[in-house]
């Protein structure tokens, strides 16, 4: 498939290995900030091929994971109220809040259903008059657009009955704040393509230029992982701290004009509590007071939920960087994909999840000594 198995060229991936351990000359500590490419890492073995020059460690760029247990426990709440059918991407429907979670609260009768546009939930409330349709608006900058025009849409055909529990994060302000923790350990970072695909990536040359932080717009596939390393590699070599475009088949400096106008028309940025991680200022978007009727904390009341985190669950390490999954003592013990303690365990994005799932389950020698 054009596009795709190109990418995966195993000769080609050896090259790249090649010139990154030939390039480095001292080891490094980069950040890959998507969930997705965390799964790609893992699964193909990147981070072992590339030895002691260089480390990837996993940022907090799963949206389903940095949900904040409130926001879980304010769904459970409302999806369990008779006259409500709640709506929701998939991955949402395992992450667990303070008691259970969204496929529980089905089983007992809630009316929970998997939608796969934000627009089919508008659908459902003009269909469902006597109801009332909740959609689970999660998501970094990528699912903003979308939910923004679910939004418009419902206030352009008169659907009143229409509402959402809007949990958006953003990327730049927690790439901010993990520069600027007194645990900073990153000295470069692997943006998020399909981020920037929406965004661009001016808003990120002010942080690389601030923090003297190399910051590479890096795509999904094997090759596009390693290309990316690679400029990081060189930049922080030749002591260069720039933005640079690895994913230019997909990414203009821009972004998407058009996609960041239903944004800015619907949304406006918030302080966003991360799940294990905490407030992160203007980290979030929040629906504007001119569509606040569509506000779904707002309709039912939930605002003052206050909700705290399993004490064995250390997703906030994980989603920080300062871990990795395997070192967390929860981990393929009390926390596995069947008993999850927090959402990186069953998120398709979850740090977690990957280790899990395709074996990295024991701790390396590495690991072992540092612990």
């Not at 900030?33 to 990837?56: A, P, R, Y």
């Not at 409130?70 to 109220?81: F, G, K, M, P």
């Not at 998020?192 to 590479?216: D, F, L, N, Q, S």
């Amino acid at each position: 498939m054009k596009y795709l198995s190109e990418y995966r060229d195993g000769e080609v991936a050896k090259q790249l290995v090649e010139k990154i351990r030939a390039t480095a000359t001292k080891p490094w500590v980069l950040m890959e900030v998507c969930g997705g490419q965390t799964h790609t890492i893992v699964k193909q073995g990147l981070d072992g091929l590339l030895g002691d020059s260089v480390e990837l460690i996993h940022g907090p760029g799963c949206p389903v994971c940095v949900t904040p247990i409130e926001q879980i426990d304010r769904a459970l709440d409302v999806a369990s109220r008779p006259d409500v059918i709640f709506t929701s991407f998939g991955d949402m429907l395992r992450v667990p809040g303070s008691d259970g979670d969204l496929f529980q609260v089905r089983a007992r009768g809630g009316d929970v259903r998997i939608v796969y546009s934000p627009l089919d939930a508008v659908k459902i409330a003009q269909s469902n008059p006597e109801k009332q349709v909740v959609f689970f608006a999660v998501g970094f900058e990528t699912t903003a657009p979308g939910n923004a025009m679910a939004v418009l849409r419902a206030k352009q055909l008169g659907v009143s009955n229409f509402s959402m529990l809007v949990s958006h994060v953003t990327v730049p302000p927690a790439m901010v704040g993990l520069l600027e923790s007194k645990n900073n350990r990153i000295q470069a970072f692997l943006a998020a393509g399909h981020v920037c695909t929406v965004m661009g990536w001016e808003e990120y040359e002010p942080i690389a230029a601030k923090y003297r932080v190399p910051i590479v717009v890096t795509g999904f596939e094997p090759l596009d992982l390693l290309e990316g390393v690679l400029l990081a590699v060189r930049q922080l070599e030749s002591g260069r701290a720039e933005v640079e475009n690895q994913y230019v088949r997909a990414v203009e400096r821009e972004g998407n004009k058009a996609a960041q106008y239903a944004i800015q028309q619907v949304f406006e940025p918030t302080d966003r509590s991360w799940r294990g991680i905490g407030t992160i200022p203007a980290s979030g978007l929040a629906l504007r007071g001119e569509y606040s009727q569509y506000d779904a904390v707002l309709r039912f009341g939930l605002a003052d939920v206050h909700s705290h985190e399993s004490e064995a669950c250390r997703a906030g390490d994980v989603l920080t960087g300062r871990i990795k999954p395997r070192e967390c003592p929860a981990f393929g013990r009390e926390c596995t994909p069947e008993t999850p303690l927090g959402a990186p365990m069953v998120s398709s994005e979850g740090a977690c999840a990957a280790y899990y799932n395709y074996g990295r389950i024991a701790l390396s020698e590495n690991e072992k000594s540092n612990g």
